[in-house]
């Protein structure tokens, strides 16, 4: 009996005893540090994720972005924190984030073109070029922005048919925002006929002009001068302001005006001509 003690004492003392002391009591001093950090770490995270959302929306963020931000952030500290935690328990923390990398890189590669559209929301909603119920042209359409998510554009064009474009190339391509700005020029070309009176038919645009409230002197007075000599006509440029809103309705009225007042004073509005010599050998 007392040898058999004696072999257990010398066992403990030969391999137990530096066990616990060399590598159980030090794993069991990471482990209970790494479940502290895991813990005061994932309430931290929270609180901060939950104050950045506010000052998201306090900053009149756009609200579709706000939550994916939010999303991403937490979900950025919680990757942090995890490496952290397990690089505490002895884990080569290296082989993890190349793992990491990989399988970002593979994704990435799989989802190149949902990833391109998904950066262009992103990019719109953060710089907005343009905004909801705005008129643009963009990709071959025109139209009014009926959404705007992180995938996707949607427009309503004026005939009410619906398009749907990609965000990835409508952030990449040239976009024309048509209601951006409170005013806008209105530009016309008018012809009379060679022989009118040139003065008296710049009088009379003048007049139509006066005729509508809607035609502003800021930044601009309106401009009638003669712009060239074409092969069948003289032309006026003529150039006005408006607000914005009143664009479409002054362009239809001035055409309608000028032609009636054109006919009512005797100036003619020429068709196309061309002369055409036969010559009889």
Known sequence: ?????????????????????SDLVPFVINLAIAIGILWIGLIVIKKLVKVITKRM???????????????????????????????????????FAAILAATGLAVGMALSGTLQNFAGGVVLLVLKPFKIDDVIEAQGYVGTVNR???????????DNKTVIIPNGSLANGNIVNFT?????????????AYGDDI?????????????????????????????GLGDSSVDFAVRVWVKTEDYWLVFFKMNENIYNEFNANGINIPFPQMDVHVHNK
């Open 199 to 227: 003065k008296k038919a710049k009088e009379i645009i003048h007049k139509c002009i006066a005729m509508d409230d809607r035609i502003q002197n800021e930044p601009a007075e309106p401009l009638v001068e003669v712009s």
């Open 1 to 21: 009996m007392k040898e058999e003690v004696g072999e257990k004492l010398s066992f403990m003392d030969e391999y137990v005893l530096p066990f616990v002391k």
């Open 180 to 192: 951006e700005e409170a005013m806008r020029r209105v530009d016309w070309k008018f012809g009379i």
């Open 57 to 95: 929306e306090h900053s009149k963020t756009d609200p579709t972005l706000v939550p994916f931000l939010s999303s991403i952030i937490n979900i950025s500290l919680k990757i942090i924190l995890f490496i952290t935690v397990i690089g505490i328990l002895g884990v080569p923390t290296t082989s």
């Open 148 to 158: 705007i998510s992180l995938f996707v554009s949607v427009l309503k064009t004026f």
